[in-house]
């Protein structure tokens, strides 16, 4: 099984003009990059997860309506929101959507699985910083889904062959080719693969005049559109088995 998720999130990148970005515009190339994520999914007919920043999920609440009314899940990425801030938001959606929010995920802000249940979450996904040492870090470590008082614990997927994880940096990073016979072995001895990138990794940095690392400028805008093409074509291809998170763990 593959659990595609998206992490929708602003970049947080300087600009190289004195003059800036305001938030509205980081804003709006958040939404035109999920457009973009939604256009591509729909033309491959498969759905995914969308885990939406806290602070920003108020703002985008039309977005948020059309990524539900595809077929996609809504869950949480939370990343230093407070516990009531949390709470609020995750009210307001359910409401918004009339569905219950089940997932969030986690990674420098990290609130302890009694925490995240009384606010009625059913599952956590948290991540690890992906930098440009992570191709040269040999990893290994357990991605059996776990259940812990009551919340089933989601790992981050790592390939038993060449120990990369399955973060947003090595999607950007490796060619595609290899990325895709990664999957494919992989899926022949774990359950499931879990794969997540970020919004604004499909942003045209030059565009926009924000500066960023060369590693992290490498592959994306376009490229990236042109990467998930080539992804969910394979997974089409292959006829590989795809699901929302909250439907294949519960």
Not at 89 to 108: A, D, H, M, N, P
Request: charged content about 25%.
């Amino acid at each position: 099984m593959i659990l595609l998720t998206f992490n929708i999130v602003n970049s947080d990148a300087d600009t190289k003009s004195s003059a800036g970005i305001s938030m509205v515009e980081r804003l709006k190339i958040t939404e035109e990059n999920t457009k973009s994520i939604l256009h591509i999914l729909d033309v491959h007919d498969i759905k995914a997860s969308f885990f939406i920043e806290i602070s920003i999920v108020e703002k985008l609440q039309i977005l948020i309506k059309a990524i539900s009314a595809q077929g996609h899940e809504i869950a949480f990425y939370n990343e230093n929101s407070t516990l009531a801030k949390i709470e609020s938001v995750k009210k307001q959606t359910e409401e918004l959507l009339s569905k219950q929010i089940r997932g969030i995920r986690q990674k420098e802000v990290k609130y302890s699985l009694e925490e995240l249940k009384s606010l009625e979450f059913n599952y956590v996904s948290n991540i690890d910083n992906a930098n440009i040492l992570f191709p040269f870090k040999r990893l290994k470590r357990d991605t059996e889904i776990l259940e812990d008082n009551g919340v089933s614990v989601v790992p981050e997927s790592i390939s038993p062959y060449s120990q990369l994880p399955y973060n947003d940096f090595v999607f950007q990073v490796l060619p595609m080719q290899y990325y895709q016979n990664m999957v494919f072995e992989t899926l022949k001895s774990e359950e499931y693969v879990l794969i997540y990138v970020n919004s604004w990794q499909f942003t045209d940095f030059k565009k926009y005049g924000l500066k960023m690392p060369f590693y992290r400028r490498y592959n994306s805008g376009k490229k990236m559109e042109d990467k998930l093409v080539a992804l969910l074509t394979f997974i089409n291809g292959k006829e590989l088995a795809t699901s929302r998170m909250k439907d294949y763990i519960f």
